[in-house]
């Protein structure tokens, strides 16, 4: 999740460059050609049933393809604020699914995890120094012809399609790698975006494209696609959902350090304690419970 936000805070001079769908295009065709050896079927790996089908193209269309739509379209119809404090209900509607689909007992601390990482997020995005600007608007322009409902509805739909991807993912990884469950959806995705992308490259002038951009897209497609569900997969493999669900508060806070570091920006007050509020989530979904010790002090080597 802090590479997803490095990388949501450095591609923006992309989405400047290219449209959203062709970028989307792009990406997963530069992360499929990366992940060409992950698509093979390892020899220990079991058949993939037609339930695993549907789930990895689930987990495509929702985290991917529909999650992309939905949250473009929200901001758009809305404000970027009023997306930060809906994507803060991201850890709570990951555990309530968790609970719900997968029959994960979610544990008192852990909803505390995730009743910080709430207060952080949405702390964070309240915060945000183009507030007011952005607020107006959205109030004065296109937006405010009876519209912005449905930016909500549509963001809200982007806070369900995350929370999917999450618990889908948790529930492919008990049967296949994290290599394929990366390279199958990113295959997905390729197959989902191509009429867009095909339509929206056909008349694109590539070659006024600076070589600068060609490497920020060759970097975001590779951490996009690749690297960032890679490491997820991996995480989902060994903890619940639930508990995954509290990392997404990294995605903000690492943005934030890198428009501080790379952009120049500056952080508030306010902004600072958004995000101790924010990593103390992250610390409390890790810290080993009471039975974890028992167990460690149980197996400890006597001398």
Known sequence: MS???????????????????????????????AMLHWLKKPLDEPALTPQTKRLLFLESFLGNFLFT????????????????????????????MGWAFLRERVAPRTWVA??????????????KQEHIAQTSQALTGNNGKNLAWLGHWLL???VVCEAAYTVIGKKLTASLGPKRITSLINLWGFVLTTPFGLYLAWDFPFATVGWGTWALLLFYALAACMWTVWLWM????????AQ??????????SAAAVGVVALGESLTTLQLIAFAIALASVVLATLPSRAAMRVRQNHRPVD
Do not use: E, N
């Open 69 to 96: 739509i939905c949250m473009i379209y929200g901001v758009s119809l809305t404000d970027a604020v009023s997306a930060g404090v809906t994507m803060a209900a991201i850890p709570a509607a990951v555990a309530v």
């Open 3 to 33: 590479l997803v936000g490095c990388y949501v805070a450095l591609s923006k001079p992309l989405a400047a460059v290219l449209p959203v769908l062709l970028l989307a295009w792009l990406r997963f065709g530069i992360g499929g050609v």
């Open 156 to 158: 809200m739909g982007a």
């Open 114 to 127: 995730v009743l910080c990482a709430v207060i952080g997020i949405g702390l964070f995005s309240l915060s």
């Open 244 to 253: 995954g669900g509290v990392f997404s508060v990294m995605l903000p806070v």
């Open 234 to 241: 991996t995480g989902l493999k060994a903890v619940p959902a």
